[in-house]
């Protein structure tokens, strides 16, 4: 016979159970209240405030400008910009590669910087500008120390100039520390000639769309000339090696044919 059991028996644990249920909700409803007050305290604070933008990587632009840019100001709201906006503003900078905006604990904004990198001077009537990696140019008011980078006289067409920007990437480190100075020779029906100084006393004549490949072999062209006497090398068409000496009015003997090393 099955046990019957007694309301009255069942009536406290089924009080216990209800206020168990009560203070739940109640702890629930407290927690919440909470919540929202430390929220409304937070947002009345500074700490929902910027503190301070920081930068890092700025070289050809200074620290003060890309925060100018970028619209961060000092004790505005902390979360009422949007990170991937001032990504887009300070990319459309001539002279940024990429950009990383961070929010940083507690009210702090980190600004990572990576600049295209300048692979020459353009020098035009006596004022020089970096020529940068994108091809573009950056005015700037000193040489900066960077000494191992070549000048470029006469490269005032935008097309030319980023070809050969093209060129000098892709060009052999070592090499291309050794150019002093291009001029462009090009004229009329021949926009592609250069003239290349290199700082071992040699001069190169070259056509831009092969300048990186014909330098490859220039280390292996002045050892073969071991030196003797400085000249000048004509890349455009084969290699060919005219002394200085000889090199106004030469006759075609004078000049020395270079063979390339495969």
């Known amino acids: 016979?099955?046990?019957?059991?007694?309301?009255?028996?069942?009536?406290?644990?089924?009080?216990?159970?209800?206020?168990?249920?009560t203070n739940k909700k109640f702890l629930f409803v407290v927690l919440i209240f909470i919540i929202a007050l430390l929220i409304i305290l937070y947002f009345q604070s500074p700490l929902s405030r910027?503190?301070?933008?920081?930068?890092s990587g700025a070289n050809l632009y200074e620290e003060k400008f890309y925060i100018n840019e970028s619209g961060l100001i000092k004790d505005e709201p902390f979360w009422g910009f949007k990170k991937n906006s001032v990504e887009k503003v300070l990319s459309e900078i001539e002279v940024v590669k990429k950009v990383d905006v961070t929010?940083?604990?507690?009210?702090?904004?980190?600004?990572?910087?990576?600049?295209?990198?300048t692979i020459a001077y353009v020098e035009e009537k006596g004022q020089y500008q970096l020529l940068l990696e994108n091809g573009e140019l950056f005015s700037t008011e000193t040489i900066l120390p960077?000494?191992?980078?070549?000048?470029?006289?006469?490269?005032?067409?935008?097309?030319?100039?980023?070809?050969?920007?093209?060129?000098?990437?892709?060009?052999?480190?070592?090499?291309?520390?050794?150019?002093?100075?291009?001029?462009?020779?090009?004229?009329?029906?021949?926009?592609?000639?250069?003239?290349?100084?290199?700082?071992?006393?040699?001069?190169?004549?070259?056509?831009?769309p092969t300048f990186a490949e014909s330098m490859e072999f220039y280390p292996?062209?002045?050892?073969q000339l071991n030196d003797v006497e400085k000249g000048v090398i004509d890349m455009e068409v084969g290699t060919y090696f005219t002394p200085f000496s000889k090199m106004y009015?030469?006759?075609?003997?004078?000049e020395i044919i270079?063979?390339?090393d495969e």
């Open 1 to 21: 016979m099955d046990k019957v059991i007694d309301i009255e028996e069942r009536i406290p644990s089924m009080r216990e159970k209800r206020r168990r249920t």
């Open 50 to 55: 910027i503190n301070e933008v920081t930068i």
């Open 103 to 117: 929010r940083n604990w507690f009210n702090n904004i980190e600004i990572v910087i990576s600049e295209w990198g």
């Open 146 to 208: 960077e000494d191992e980078i070549p000048v470029l006289i006469g490269f005032s067409d935008v097309k030319v100039r980023k070809q050969l920007s093209t060129q000098l990437i892709k060009m052999e480190t070592a090499v291309y520390h050794m150019v002093s100075e291009i001029i462009f020779s090009g004229v009329n029906e021949d926009m592609e000639s250069i003239i290349a100084y290199m700082d071992d006393g040699y001069e190169v004549r070259a056509i831009i």
């Open 220 to 223: 292996d062209i002045i050892a």
């Open 249 to 254: 009015g030469a006759k075609e003997e004078d």
């Open 258 to 260: 270079v063979e390339e």
